[in-house]
């Protein structure tokens, strides 16, 4: 069972009249204008007119990348996609592929997506040697094959000069940050897309259709892309397109997932649809998560989803078991400093251990670095907490590393194994020095138990979609009276409770006047031994509605709670 992580709430103030004025003003929609836009975003063939201004891509750029396609098509060269292991370079790969391959008709055109174990992250020589030996597709050595590049290349100068060197013309199309130095090839690039965004917008030159919305949706979630400007209007039709698809494989997916027939939203896509996706290329190849996107074959759809479903379950079980033994390592590690926790062992599997750092940091509410130990060299993951940019420190501590990137809440390097104890040594000293932020609680606004109500619930989705940038709204009820409390779920891990307020003028009105409001808090069963019925508690929750029950009711999902006084 989860402990209890003590965090600080910072807590929003009313400015103006009206919750949902208020959501909005926090989110610096300020303008009428912009409030506007942002409840009724521009469909996406709007913003394929302006790429410069919806996307940051230069005309020039797009035209080059486009012409570069269609130069290729027409002389009939081989066109190779390199894709990526994750769901957005899996995504990106198909819409490409699907688009020169179905649409263009260009039978010379084969997908590929790096193997994590044998080829190593993004675009290397290693995945250049492996499309070499695929052959010309077709024999037509006299030719000189289209390389592109989806979600990876941008700092790959060595790797692109090689590609070259064996005869491919190289397109790249990344978001990633750019080194000072850039690949001596065409590039399209932006920071304001994922790579299936661009992707997309590619196609959408090429064919001068709008398609696979379903796809971009999927990979800009899971990618973690700000939901503002562009990237909200996308994922917002996108959804719409995902709980409608004609994506065979996608669709067997969701039903392979049970949740066919409901409500998919960020949520179900993050959490549901994108692990499946992503887990294949965890533990085996990600080219059964594309195979799955682009199949036009129904019972190759069905046998691929189930078998993702599968993966994901081991993946899973292996996620839980890893995380158990990391927690336990750390516990017995008398060397282990408040301010980190380090777990290294040769059990931890390379393409799960960034999962076990993202737990341990929930954990312990400190950074976090998990280490598959090798027999010369290691691989190891880190995760932070709001506020402290781990790649930073792991560059402070000096030259450990054989390689390392990463970003403010997430790295990864490569070590050797003789190095991890000075690495770990270093780590912790380096830690005590540091006053590290005390983990903290956002949340919106702080609102009375009268003001509870479907109504609101109905307003506050009008929000949607939520994620990055547009965080679901999280409220505060202070001081309500707990009159059920319990534990549900597999070893109690989840609390179930209701709550009325103490003051009873304060019932809440609208949708049918009713005393007390059920609550539920995943991960949050330790508090049952904490809450007695007649004690008081603050709430911090997110609304939702509980479509079980014989008519819709407003449930609580709570983040976070304190025993009031």
Aim: glycine share 8%; charged share 25%.
């Amino acid at each position: 069972m989860a402990k209890v992580l003590e965090r600080d709430w910072q807590v929003g103030s009313m400015n103006e009249s009206g919750i949902v004025n208020n959501l909005l003003r926090q989110r610096q929609i300020v303008t009428n204008e912009a409030r506007r836009k942002f409840l009724q975003p521009p469909e996406p063939s709007e913003l394929i007119k302006e790429s410069k201004e919806s996307f940051g891509l230069e005309e020039g750029a797009l035209d080059s990348a486009a012409n570069a396609v269609k130069s290729a098509v027409l002389e009939k060269r081989p066109i190779f996609i390199h894709g990526d292991y994750d769901v957005d370079g899996v995504c990106a790969a198909s819409i490409l592929w699907q688009t020169i391959y179905r649409d263009l008709s260009c039978k010379n055109c084969l997908p590929f997506i790096p193997n994590r174990f044998e080829h190593g992250y993004g675009l290397s020589k290693s995945s250049i040697d492996s499309l070499s030996d695929l052959g010309d597709l077709g024999n037509l050595s006299h030719s000189k094959p289209l390389l592109i590049t989806v979600d990876c290349g941008i700092t790959a100068l060595d790797e692109v000069a090689y590609a070259q060197s064996r005869g491919f013309e190289v397109l790249i199309l990344d978001h990633h940050t750019p080194a000072e130095t850039l690949p001596d090839c065409s590039l399209l690039w932006t920071d304001k897309l994922c790579a299936a965004g661009l992707s997309w917008v590619l196609v959408s030159r090429l064919v001068n259709q709008i398609k696979y919305l379903d796809l971009l949706a999927l990979a800009t979630v899971a990618d973690l892309q700000p939901l503002l400007g562009a990237n909200r209007s996308l994922v917002k039709f996108g959804l719409a397109e995902i709980n409608h698809t004609q994506n065979l494989g996608l669709k067997e997916l969701i039903r392979a997932a049970g949740i066919e027939g409901r409500k998919i939203g960020t949520f179900e896509v993050g959490w549901i649809l994108a692990p499946r996706i992503n887990a294949s290329g965890r533990l085996e190849t990600a080219l059964e998560s594309l195979r799955l996107l682009c199949t036009n074959k129904p019972e190759q759809a069905r046998q691929i989803a189930q078998n993702l479903n599968r993966i994901n379950a081991e993946r899973q079980e292996l996620t839980a078991s890893l995380f158990d033994l990391a927690r336990s390592q750390i516990s017995n590690d008398k060397e282990q400093v408040s301010g980190i926790t380090v777990a290294v062992h040769e059990e931890f599997h390379e393409g799960i251990i960034g999962l076990v750092a993202g737990k341990l940091v929930q954990e312990y509410g400190a950074p976090s670095v998990v280490v598959s130990r090798g027999a010369e060299f290691s691989k190891a993951s880190a995760r932070s907490i709001d506020g402290f940019n781990v790649v930073e420190f792991l560059r402070s501590l000096g030259g450990h590393y054989e390689n390392i990137g990463g970003h403010a809440g997430a790295a990864g390097f490569t070590i050797r194994t003789d190095r991890l104890e000075e690495f770990t040594k270093a780590a912790r000293q380096k830690i005590r020095e540091i006053a590290l932020p005390k983990p903290k609680l956002v949340v919106d606004l702080a609102l009375e138990f009268g003001e509870l109500n479907l109504d609101l619930y109905n307003k506050v989705q009008k929000l949607e979609p939520f994620g990055l940038g547009n965080p679901e709204p999280v409220f505060l009820l202070k001081n309500a009276l707990v009159v059920e409390v319990r534990t549900v779920g597999k070893e109690g891990r989840h609390l179930k409770m209701k709550v009325k307020t103490k003051n009873q003028e304060s019932r809440i009105k609208g949708d049918g006047e009713v005393d007390t409001i059920d609550c539920i808090g995943f991960d949050l069963g330790e508090w049952s031994a904490r809450l007695a019925v007649g004690d008081s508690a603050s709430l911090v929750f997110y609304l939702s509605a509980d479509s079980f029950s014989s008519r819709p009711k407003l449930l609580l999902k709570l983040k976070d709670l304190r025993k009031s006084a």
